[in-house]
């Protein structure tokens, strides 16, 4: 997947950061996405709301911590810093600002969508351009036909694996919300707390498994712009569908805002690490995964 990305983003003409902020942080959001889906169709929103907070929450310190824990220090590279960082802090507040009436309606998850289409859009804004002077000199429709046309059998079989894939997490993601909801009956506790916590843990292991991987790669670019990107895309993409098909509304008011404490928290601890040096050590990522355990001991208390 490294070589994969790093040849697509040359393809593309964009860097490898913006191939990781958009399409990795899309594919390794599906796991949120489906459970969003499927949650929001089973009547059960909050759960989805309590996997974007917590999978946010864990991807900034949980994934952050345990890989450069286990890879060492990451090296901070390019011009993301300021600009990603903080768009991407911003994205994780907003969904958060516009529950404080107690709820996500159709029309916030309209602006989330919305939200998301000009980040992705901002991304490949100089790409757009060169496809309008593309187009000028032939006609992009028939250039796209004539390349869908040449797509050999060893694609065709990929795409049947891709649909083959999306129907296994489908059927994945139901299960997860079934035992999720049977599991907050069991145990006393509301949707939310179970999503914030058991389910963002299992739903962040796609992002885990890249993280380390492209650190040991030594692809930081890559490890920063899957992070960033993911939290753009479960606070916008995943939440603005879930909403769209089911309103939320929130029912653990007090774990709520203290899991909007703790993602802000982490997040300027974390700005705070790479701004100073532009680098995160194994010592800072220790803090980050004790501030990772403590946030899931307050929340289930």
Known sequence: MIIATRR???????NVFVISAIVLALGTSFPELFVGITSALEGNPELSLGDVIGSNIANMSLVM???????????????????????????GLLPLI?????????????????IYGAYAASFFRSRFVEIAKEHEEENFAYR???QFNHVDSEKRKELVRLFLGIAVMLFAADMIVKLSVSLADI???SSLVVGMVIVAIGTSLPEFAFSLRSLRKHQPSMFFGNLLGSTVTN??????VVALIHPIQIGSVNKYFIATAAFALIYLTFWYFIKSKHRLDRWEAG???????????TVIV
């Open 187 to 189: 145990v006393n506790i």
């Open 144 to 146: 796209f036909i004539r």
């Open 65 to 91: 911590g345990l890989s450069a824990l286990i890879a060492g220090s990451v090296i901070v590279r390019g011009n993301y810093l300021k600009r990603e960082v903080f768009i991407s802090f911003a994205a």
């Open 287 to 297: 803090i980050l995964l004790a501030m990772y355990v403590v946030f899931v001991v």
């Open 8 to 14: 697509l983003a040359k393809g593309a003409g964009a």
């Open 235 to 240: 606070s916008t993409l995943v939440l603005g």
């Open 98 to 114: 516009l529950l404080l009436d107690g709820s996500l309606n159709r029309v916030d998850g309209l602006i989330l969508l919305v």
